[in-house]
């Protein structure tokens, strides 16, 4: 338990984040109070769903390096799954999959060591080049290029991209003095989920013109401007109490969280819009599967950790 | 007491956390006994994915029925089909011909115990669906009064197919259909089942693109 040394910037990031929480159950409540002709059950489903989030990753992230590093292999894990349930798979590549299960404890492990070479190759080359010798041995050629190339994008988003924030939790406390252990992640996703809250505000509030109609009807220039805007915003005023960033590299991170979050998101919901599915799942009510979720983490955790990787560490 | 404890720490966790079990209408399924459960059967899984469906309280009352040659050959599996599934054991090549043979059948329902049968036989090709055999329709004869329920799975002859030892985790789906009673004539009843589950079959198949090669 790190408890004693928990830095006060963290304790007040997750005091606010319980009071936002606190107030959006309020409100949920007081709509379906005021306003019984409208059904506001999924908003309702949603922020219960928000407070089950922020417990597990308050655990994840609070506890110790083990305890985190078991269950963001087990977030990697579900969102793989999801992933691979999704996803047309050969019926001979049964034991292919397998190995690439077998990946997930195996990244963890790096993580958990702290060994950043091998947790920055092993799943780019090692996998990479393992994957197809595996199925090669299986035999089956037809449908091979889909079947690897569908099963290593896969192990990319939902393992190695995802696994970054567990790696942040490794990196050396006393490069971040503000922030402790936990700064910089708290920062990543606090950012990341912001910045969609933010340009669904926007978009709903402003939106006119779409940005990519074919694939996310729902994403306009008006909600990704606002939602850049006040994720910058946020990321320049945050930046010196959870992170080693001085206010212009917080400004450079605030806009790479705000974009790439954007292409994240509408990067999964290509993805789903290729399957013909709605929703990636159902693990979480309210949002829909763990991949609805993680979708812009998938795009901003790899980022960002690199960003401040190089500049800090 | 063995059965509810391989009930909480091995079905549970096994098909909530590896696998992950997605249900439709599942407030179709029954809340006590006696009951009959029909499902098509396409790994080993099925009859765990259908146990953690139902809540503790009546894992004790679960009664997967099973083929006697195959549970039975040796004493290990004989114990684990027994005492950990409880399964009832019987006789598959003779079944239906011989009323006596659903004896222990009818005699479990009688003490409202939820019965779960494959009436396809054997685990057939994953996700489709085989001739149904008439065993049902005699035991349904002879229980009128009994809700048989069909339920339609579609993932788990991925997660572990027939002939293969590793599972590999996949999110599975259940389709639960209408309870359906005994129509008079065997045939009726055959058809109104063989329906009901090819309808359920329908909406797997909507739900999930079918898989390319």
């Not at chain 2, 503790?56 to 089909?81: E, M, T």
């Amino acid at each position: 338990m790190n408890w004693p040394i928990l830095p006060l910037s963290i304790q007040i990031a997750f005091l606010s984040v319980g009071i936002l929480l606190a107030l959006s159950s309020l409100i949920s409540i007081a709509l379906v109070k005021t306003r019984p002709e409208r059904n506001y059950r999924e908003l309702r489903q949603r922020v219960r769903t928000w407070w089950f989030i922020v417990g597990i990753f308050a655990l994840a992230v609070l506890v110790n390096r083990t305890v985190s590093v078991v269950l963001f292999g087990f977030i990697s894990f579900l969102a793989f799954k999801e992933y691979l349930s999704l996803i047309p798979t050969r019926r001979a590549d049964h034991r292919v999959l397998f190995w690439a299960y077998l990946a997930i404890p195996i990244q963890f492990y790096w993580v958990w060591h702290g060994w950043y070479g091998m947790f920055i190759i092993f799943i780019p080359v090692y996998m990479f080049l393992l994957l197809p010798m595996r199925m090669i041995l299986v035999g089956e050629t037809q449908g091979f290029l889909k079947a690897i190339g569908t099963l290593h994008w896969g192990l990319m988003i939902t393992v190695f991209n995802l696994s970054h924030m567990a790696f942040m939790l490794v990196l050396p406390p006393e490069n971040n003095p503000a922030g402790g252990v936990a700064g910089l992640l708290l920062y990543l996703v606090f950012l990341t989920e912001i910045n969609d809250i933010a340009q669904y505000v926007w978009g709903k509030s402003f939106g006119r013109r779409k940005i990519s109609p074919k694939v996310s009807p729902n994403k306009t220039v008006a909600g990704f401007l606002g939602g850049l805007l006040t994720t910058t915003m946020l990321a320049i005023a945050l930046a010196p109490w959870l992170t080693p960033l001085t206010s212009g590299e917080g400004a450079a991170a605030g806009l790479l969280i705000g974009v790439a979050g954007f292409v994240g998101d509408v990067t999964i919901s290509a993805l789903k819009r290729d399957i013909g599915v709605k929703d990636s799942g159902s693990l979480l009510p309210g949002h829909g599967g763990i991949l609805d979720r993680l979708d812009s983490l998938t795009y901003t955790a790899p980022l960002f950790f690199h960003f401040a990787y190089y500049l800090h560490y | 007491m063995l059965r509810i404890l391989f009930y909480l720490f091995i079905v549970k966790p096994l098909v909530l956390i590896v696998l992950g079990i997605n249900a439709r209408n599942r407030h179709l399924l029954p809340v006590k006994g006696p009951a009959i459960i029909v499902a098509n059967h396409n790994s080993h899984l099925d009859t765990l994915a259908l146990m953690s469906l139902f809540p503790l309280s009546l894992a004790s009352k679960i009664r997967p029925v099973a083929a006697a040659d195959y549970f039975l050959r040796n004493r290990l599996l004989r114990w684990f089909a027994m005492d950990l599934i409880g399964i009832i054991p019987i006789e598959r090549h003779a079944a239906g011909k011989n009323s006596r043979l659903l004896t222990p059948l009818t005699e479990a329902l009688q003490n409202g115990e939820i019965l779960i049968l494959f009436p396809e036989g054997s685990r057939g090709e994953p996700e489709t669906l085989g001739k149904l055999k008439n065993g049902i329709a005699h035991l349904a004869s002879e229980c009128p009064e009994t809700p048989v329920i069909p339920v339609f799975f579609y993932g788990l002859g991925k997660s572990l197919p027939k002939g293969e030892i590793i599972l590999v985790p996949f999110i599975v789906d259940a389709f639960i259909g209408e309870a359906l009673y005994w129509r008079g004539s065997r045939q009726a009843f055959m058809e109104a089942l063989t329906e009901s589950m090819a309808s359920l079959q329908k909406l797997a198949r909507q739900n999930q693109r079918e898989s390319a090669g």
